[in-house]
């Protein structure tokens, strides 16, 4: 009954902005965890930013930390990225994934239940 959609892909120019949003539905577990991964074409899809619902504690992949976003409104069920100062090479699908419990490790296999993803593309 889990749903992941994600939304708000895009094209943009190198040093735009754009915000992707998550929902996610019939989550049952109380504490849970939320996360944004990214696969370019021909690399391993990769762990961007995570965020602990319960507690609304965030981590970021080293590339991304002062660029990126991640946060969540809970009247929506919604957790979302805002990606500032967009570079080429963070051309990318974009996946939202979530978790029963805490954040452990921020790689695919941590995650059950997954969005079908959505494009980001910055041109320079």
């Known amino acids: 009954q889990v749903q992941v959609v994600e939304s708000g892909g895009g094209s943009v120019q190198a040093g735009g902005s754009l915000r992707l949003s998550c929902a996610v539905s019939g989550f049952t577990y109380r504490r849970n965890c939320v996360g944004w991964f990214r696969q370019a074409p021909g690399k391993e899809r990769e762990g961007v930013a995570s965020?602990?619902?319960?507690?609304?504690?965030?981590a970021y992949v080293d590339s991304v930390k002062g660029r990126f976003t991640i946060s969540q409104d809970n009247a929506k069920n919604t957790v979302y990225l805002e990606m500032n100062s967009l570079k080429p090479e963070d051309t990318a699908m974009y996946y939202c994934?979530?978790?029963?419990?805490?954040?452990?490790?921020?790689?695919?296999?941590?995650?059950?239940?997954w969005g079908q993803g959505t494009q980001v593309t910055v041109s320079s």
């Open positions: 965020i602990y619902t319960a507690g609304g504690t965030t």
């Open positions: 994934a979530a978790r029963g419990g805490g954040c452990w490790r921020l790689t695919p296999p941590a995650f059950d239940y």
